[in-house]
């Protein structure tokens, strides 16, 4: 019975570390970690790099192993230190971390294999995570109420770009020949996108008069629309202030403070925010 | 007698089909409308790279009549489900219903009308029209409200614009000799346009130093002045937001709801809003 | 006596035609001379291509000696029709207007003054005089007040720019090589001025990794600082609202409306405006 | 004794035209210092060019020395006029300062850290000091203050930016082949973020049709999160307006103003401000 509850605290306790951040050692674990992933992944761009994988690509493979035994060894910690695993495998973030473990052990069975490590940079990701329990907290949640409010405007207004694009993209491929570089119609969608988001490669660009006429409505258009975005976030930012005020700032129950600002019930003791 | 009754409710619940959203058959038939616009349009995209054309041309061709016929019906329900089939057939949305229509029937006749068919991308604006009628309202009145009080001065705006690249065009055809690609003043209005919406193509830049100071001018306005259309729809958006406060919710006297925030009388039962 | 003041009733006529437009004849006026304008534009831009010059060059000669003498005739009515006449000949328009009638004269003893005629092109800047007198007064009165406060806010901001493009292209000269276009510290500014700008023509890129590294820090600070002047424009523009609601739409001494928004006194009779 | 006090009298008066601007004095020598930073840093930017270097490159050589000397002089000057030498160097416009004299004194020893004199750009920070003392002072102030509240915002921006172009950099680097210019990972990196950022130079861009679709998604992210920062800054901006208005214009004790907007003590009489 003991043994039982020696484990189960040494379960939680590794609980605390892996999964929170208020205590020192889970604050040190988040710090570490981030640092693990990014050089983790700055040696993947290292190694893609032709001069130096020819020179230290013996070197850097055993560095690539080292990470993945690490990272391996943090998923299984991971997984035996919380109540409901596939609560983690499942989790958006822990389907990231599998994906980051995968390629190196199909690098074993299929050459090949080895340049999916490149989805290691989708763990950068856990950065946020890891921001979120620190101070940025309070501009991190302001920032993300204003921009699920802006979502469906932004979301209208990039389906109204894209209708253009495929428009403009359209007309483009009829005005154009396909000698320059309109071959066909998604190319000239892919210029109209290049074209109306200010981009500008210049890898197709009008060469005739009546294009070059409709590539400047083009971008008078990209250059005058680039204001409904903006407009948009700034309209919601100040309303996301204005509600922050009125949102309560402590549980009236047990006094605490950092319920997130589409709480309705406190986070520590449960009983309803008023 | 019964007949006609018959028939008046044939082509009224036909034009309930069709033309409105607010019942299931409705919605239904709007979503498949949507699908068939957006894989006709896809089959055209399709049909227009070179490989896939020589490869699946005949197919493709098929496909392409196949919709011809459905857009043929649906236009033909549309005229006679509608009691002023005038007012459908000279409304922009029936006109571009036509003008998607008429290129396939001519391409019978003339070759190479075939290639008119990319003007059915413009249907796709009608998912402007099906999206007004979900929970996009809002949203969309909201936004049409603000960019309707932007207008005349993004008019404005665009009018400034256009001067400063016509006026800076002319200069920089002085500066920049003719070798330079800026071969005659319309080629350096549109190379203005390119530099101060900020898109930068490379495909005409400055050669000379004085041709690069003045391009750094133009720049440097570019960048400036995108602030100038951004203002003016915040501001706007704004000024929408408090209107929308301000507006009737509910008709007073049948007390239904989801009024355009510009109506001065209930769309249902035609009593003043307050 | 009477032959004066016939004369003087003739000239106060040419003046409320020329110079105001609240008159029937004031309108139109205003109206054909945008045209004449417009129309002049064209005739120098089309003048300028190679192959229309080669064609018609002779025909496009004699159209423009007929705008330099409709436009010789409108500058001496401007002239005899006005009290002060040097008030007109050194006021910005006025001296637009001898710009652009001087290279036509100059062509005659000079070969290539021809080419100044694109300083035509500076007349449309009346454009703006003739719409200040038409409904989108208000409009162009508020955007005015709002660049007027913001101006020395941007200022800084071009200013910090240029110290950055200077500063920034300086380290660039140093950081890539002659041989990879950036041959010399104004060049290399140049290049900072089109990468900050997010213009990037692309005449100009870095070649060496550590060039590479600089450049994207470049764009960084080009891409987050455009918030700046967008900033304080929304800001000023949300000021001059505020400020347009408390200032005296009507004369409290004569009644009568419009008066800009800076003004202390009334424009039609004098009286201090509260 | 007296001669001490002439002495401190002496001293004090060359601090006060050197690092203060109340007076007629220092405005001049403030004033004198700019021009000269000017006219040097345009000195090293004439030599750069390999043209007039040739023709003219002793004058300059002499030039350059002259404005050492001149600038070594202000340098010392600084120092024993100073009551605490060290808080002057080791303040950041000091070390800029030596930062710019250290190269032309190394050129002696070490050919090719004359190339090093660029670093005497960054002198051109100190207009911003010197326009601190005019009376650009309060739109500084209101601008520092917005910007110090944005700071963490736009930390978080610029850090999701810099992880979407990591992921989205080695995306790419999976989609294209080494043989597009997609070379490597840090290179794929350097793509996405002048794709992002809207510059686009067209070094590298997308050949595959794959490539070209995440190229669009990249442009279509880099369009419409432009939106982030610039709400960030107008909401901040508004929050210092509206702070502003309720800081102290006057200090209570001693009645001067011109205090700092996150001063709570006045800097005249060091009594608290209310």
């Known amino acids: 019975m003991a043994s039982t509850e020696t484990d189960k605290g040494w379960r939680s306790r590794l609980h605390e570390i892996i999964y929170e951040s208020n205590t020192r050692a889970g604050k040190a674990f988040d710090v570490a970690l981030l640092i693990a992933i990014f050089t983790s992944i700055i040696v993947v761009m290292l190694d893609s790099v032709e001069s130096i994988h020819q020179q230290h690509g013996q070197l850097l493979k055993y560095v690539e192993w080292g990470y993945t035994i690490l990272f391996t060894v943090e998923y299984i910690l991971r997984l035996i230190s919380i109540r409901q695993p596939t609560g983690y495998i499942f989790s958006p973030l822990g389907i990231i971390d599998l994906i980051a473990l995968i390629p ?42 204003a921009l699920k409010g802006s979502l469906r405007k932004i979301s209208i ?4 770009v894209l209708s253009l694009t495929i428009i403009l993209g ?69 309303i996301a202030a204005r509600q922050k005020k009125e949102l309560p700032e402590a549980c009236p129950t047990c006094g605490r403070e950092g319920h997130d600002s589409d709480a309705t019930f406190c986070k520590f003791c449960g009983s309803a925010l008023l």
Chains 1, 2, 3, 4 share one sequence.
């Open 157 to 160: 207004f990039l389906l109204t």
């Open 104 to 145: 190196s052990y199909l690098s074993i069975f299929f050459i090949g294999a080895q340049s999916l490590l490149v989805f290691r940079a989708l763990r950068l990701l856990r950065v946020f995570r890891i921001f979120k329990l620190s101070r940025f907290l309070t501009e991190i949640n302001f920032l993300t109420v």
């Open 170 to 238: 359209s007309v483009m491929y009829l005005v154009e020949k396909r000698e320059n570089g309109f071959s066909n119609i998604p190319e000239s969608i892919y210029w109209a996108i290049v074209t109306i988001t200010t981009v500008g490669y210049g890898d197709i660009s009008p060469v005739t008069p009546m294009g070059k006429f409709v590539a400047s409505i083009v971008m008078l258009i990209g250059y005058a629309i680039i204001a409904v975005p903006t407009g948009i976030l700034t309209h919601d930012l100040a």
